[in-house]
């Protein structure tokens, strides 16, 4: 069984045990909080490849001691040959999931990692670049062995994969990887000694770019070289809203922030006085229904948006989404969900710095292509635009919508919270089920995230809209949501679908506590 593990000198949750290590390495060697969290991304894009990658897009929240975080948007728009028609022309009345026509979006990993660096050096860090990303071409050029999870994605996704380009060459040049055998990115590798040696700029405006540019145009990419010299990340003030028990915080659109925040402010205002009971498991899980109609209505690229989403997290409004909530019966469902592959890692130093990280591609292997010269595996985040008016119509440099949003709570008691999973559609719903039972019910950090999850809709790897619950629950709570009308599939014990959850509590008085998930290949680092 796991426990929460405690530390005085620094403290790191990844969802892959050598990312942890890595951060808690550098902190070790004297870096900061921020500085570990570049370390453990950078590795984690190595050893996790079929959740994230450096052509994905990574989302931050960083805390100073006794302020509140600022945010890193750090998502890359849609290519500016990216539009409606030139999708139709090419036969597509939706935008492809996989290949080519799938990588349409700038990475933003990269760009966020420049701006994280800023804030490091700022933070009195004094690693170099190289050292941070050191692990991870360590571990692309010696190999690393296969999780069961990349091995059981790798059969899966087999054959919507197969003919991507770069694909298999890269993740199954001999076959479909058994668990234990060793994977090696030499090309990876390189790239990131490059972006360690000559800088991360290169990514975006260097030989990385050219190379990356042209291997993308080869294949079929409406990706240019100009889409990559014009992208930064955004640094800028997180959503929050305040609770009863603190505030909390989370990103800003085109993520689901808003709907995270919102089945907070909501469950909040049910006055629910004890968890793990039905008012507790039916409460957040009418709340998340509330906080999704919201969001697909009003959320994409925030320049297209028609509301200001602090509007959505108001007392009025919170207040009168909560007067709706029936907490006898279920809402009829099901409602459209949204898929991702992500990971979530936390980390936090002992001068109080506190980070909330994701990273992504979106679906399992992102859009599967992978430049040879440079191994980046692309995302295919762009798949989520639509070719038909509204907030998430693909266009150029537009951004699509994310179910990315890493979380952060400022409490009352002086303590900081930083917490967050994977798992697309889930994100929110394991989130809150994480902080309703830690902060709201007392329960320990390792025993909220290791507790029984449940999820209303889809994720990936699932395509049914049912509500999901593991086989751990009590059967008369299972009993009771029935007959309120939920849809009820019971899945097994530990479930990947229920996203691979971690965090961090930063007490007021220096102690730490972690947490990692048993659903995943994670550890929690610490000093």
Known sequence: MLRTRTSLGGMVTAPHHLAAQAGRDVLREGGNAVEAMIAAAATIAVVYPHMNAIGGDGFWLIAEPGKDPVAIRACGGAAGLATPEFYRDLGHDKIPARGPLAALTVGGV???WIDAAKIAQKLGGKLPMSRLVADAVHHARIGVPITKSQHELTRDKMPELKDVPGYVATYAANGIPKIGDVLKQPALGATLER???VGLDDFYRGDIARTNAKGLEAVGSPLRLSDFENYHAKTMTPLSVKLSSGTVFNMVPPTQGTASLMILGLFDRLGVKTGEGFDHIHGVIEATKRAFIKRD???????????????????AMLAGEAAKIDMQSALPWPHVAKPGDTIWMGTADKNGTVVSYIQSIFWEFGSGIVVPETGVLWQNRGASFTLHDGPNQLGPNRLPFHTLNPAMARLNNGNVLTYGTMGGEGQPQTQAAVFTRHVMFGQDLQAAITAPRWLLGKTWGDETTTLKLENRFAPALIASLEKAGHAVEVVGDFEDMMGHAGGILMHANGMMEGATDPRADGVVAAL
């Open 110 to 112: 990269i760009g966020g």
């Open 195 to 197: 972006l360690g040696d």
């Open 297 to 315: 209505a009003h959320i994409g690229d925030p320049d297209r948006m028609d509301i200001d989403p602090m509007l959505l997290l108001t007392d």
